[in-house]
Nanobody, 128 residues
């Protein structure tokens, strides 16, 4: 089973940037989709972005939530088994715990049980 570890969270002012990383171990993943989710206090976990691993940064297999489109960029380095989330122009409403997850397909059914593995999360706090 693959293990996922997120890093890169922190405190940043509105308008600032952060880059999150999610590194997989246990096995390499070749064609799975890597996802980013976030969960703010008192709210449900929500989808942020996803991309397929074997297609590099092929835009045809990259998906974003409307709330982050144009501000966040998902990318990956297969040699490092790592997926990134570059977050620019951050807003206070981006404050949340950010999680990465993996499964073999893309779907808008984000039920947690459909994912092979989840990371432990990394806190992002954006001050106004």
């Amino acid at each position: 089973q693959v293990q996922l570890v997120e890093s890169g969270g922190g405190l940043v002012q509105a308008g600032g940037s952060l880059r999150l990383s999610c590194t997989a171990s246990g096995r390499t993943f070749s064609s799975e989709y890597m996802y980013w989710f976030r969960q703010a206090p008192g709210k449900d976990r929500e989808f942020v972005a996803a991309m397929r691993s074997s297609d590099g940064n092929n835009d045809g297999n990259i998906y974003y939530a409307a709330s982050v489109q144009g501000r966040f960029t998902i990318s990956r380095d297969n040699a490092k088994n790592t997926v990134y989330l570059q977050m620019n122009n951050l807003k206070p409403e981006d404050t949340a715990v950010y999680y990465c997850a993996v499964r073999t397909y893309y779907s808008t059914n984000y039920s947690p049980g459909t994912f092979a593995s989840w990371g432990q999360g990394t806190q992002v706090t954006v001050s106004s």
